[in-house]
């Protein structure tokens, strides 16, 4: 069985910084995608930052020069540094991940429970 277990989440005054986790436990493969998801109350799930086996890396343009996403050499583990936080940050984040052992073969997919995010003063 597979667990992303996710932490780092709570509440933070705007401007200063968090640092989300993500850990995937009984779980020994690298994850293909990793992506950090968010979603604000009453909005629709966003995509925030995504990274891919290699490096590559994406992140929505209102996020951009202010958070950092990485994840560790066995791709089970991901962070997300938050700094400048503002207000419309606020949300429950998500950590998600994908794995297929072949090109060919469909992925499977794995969800976090999500963790609260407030900004406020």
């Known amino acids: 069985q597979v667990q992303l277990v996710e932490s780092g989440g709570g509440l933070v005054q705007p401007g200063g910084s968090l640092r989300l986790s993500c850990a995937a436990s009984?779980?020994?493969?690298?994850?293909?995608?990793m992506v950090w998801y968010r979603q604000a109350r009453g909005d629709q799930r966003e995509l925030v930052a995504s990274i891919t086996s290699g490096g590559p890396t994406y992140y929505v343009d209102s996020v951009k020069g202010r958070f950092t996403i990485s994840r560790d050499n066995a791709g089970n583990t991901m962070y997300l540094q938050m700094n400048s936080l503002k207000p419309e940050d606020t949300a429950v984040y998500f950590c998600?991940?994908?794995?297929?052992?072949?090109?060919?073969?469909?992925?499977?997919?794995?969800w976090g429970q999500g963790t609260q995010v407030t900004v406020s003063s």
């Open positions: 009984g779980w020994s493969f690298s994850f293909n995608v």
């Open positions: 998600y991940a994908k794995f297929r052992r072949y090109s060919y073969s469909p992925y499977q997919t794995f």
